[in-house]
């Protein structure tokens, strides 16, 4: 049973233009939200990370927006450019070292 | 340096031979992790040491065998392998200090497994 769930599995996007990734989660106890980028053939790398007590964060053209109410938060790639095309999970933590992690949204930026 | 390496890059191994996979850190982060991930997938969570010991291991098969030699060290040691064990293996560390168990997992590139 996948505790967080993300859509889209994969959206292709022009250059310049906005990606945009969703999750949603159930379980209340999670209170660290990471999002990790993944090249082919490398290891995921973290991307940018949240917690519960802030609505959003911005670095750089990535945003994560985070709804608590809703238990659900978003990824926002600004000015997208062909370099991010990678593949994207959302991941949710409590204090139990696991990460549950999203499906996996695989993003193309088309030039 | 956030760095966590993982030697060998690629293994094909046969379903009777022994291999291991090694993984190496130089953070002072004292969580240490084994994931396996299937192609368009996510990762799956196989063990985690902290403080070199076993705190989780996720039903794992008795032919997967991990070994936490030091604080900087994690091995996989592979036996009686199945086909469909080949995947991405990746290892991952955190801090991993008292209730912190929560913060930043690093990974390393992976070691690309093939079972013949």
């Known amino acids: 049973q996948q505790q967080v769930k993300q859509s889209p599995q994969s959206l292709i996007v022009q250059k310049g233009g906005i990606s945009i990734i969703n999750c949603a989660y159930e379980n209340t106890a999670f209170d660290y939200f990471p999002w990790y980028q993944q090249f082919p053939g490398k290891g995921p790398a973290l991307l940018i990370a949240i917690r519960p007590d802030v609505s959003e964060k911005k670095e750089g053209r990535f945003t994560i927006s985070f709804n608590k109410s809703a238990k659900q938060f978003s990824l926002h790639i600004m000015d997208s450019q062909p370099g991010d095309s990678a593949t994207y999970f959302c991941a949710a933590a409590s204090n139990d070292y696991k990460l549950s992690f999203g499906a996996g949204t695989t993003v193309t930026v088309r030039a | 340096d956030t760095e966590v390496t993982q030697t060998p890059k690629h293994l094909v191994m046969g379903m009777t031979n022994k291999k291991s996979l090694k993984c190496e850190q130089h953070m002072g982060h004292r969580a240490m992790y084994w994931y396996k991930q299937k192609a368009k997938k996510p990762p799956e969570l196989m063990f985690v040491?902290?403080?070199?010991?076993?705190?989780i291991n996720e039903s794992v098969p008795s032919r997967f065998s991990p070994e936490c030699p030091n604080s900087s060290l994690l091995n996989l040691h592979l036996h009686a392998l199945q086909p469909e064990d080949s995947a991405l293996y990746l290892c991952?560390?955190?801090?991993?200090?008292?209730?912190?168990?929560?913060?930043?997992?690093?990974f390393g590139p992976g070691t690309r497994l093939l079972v013949l």
């Open positions: 991952a560390s955190s801090q991993g200090s008292q209730g912190r168990r929560r913060e930043t997992q690093y």
């Open positions: 040491y902290s403080y070199e010991k076993l705190s």
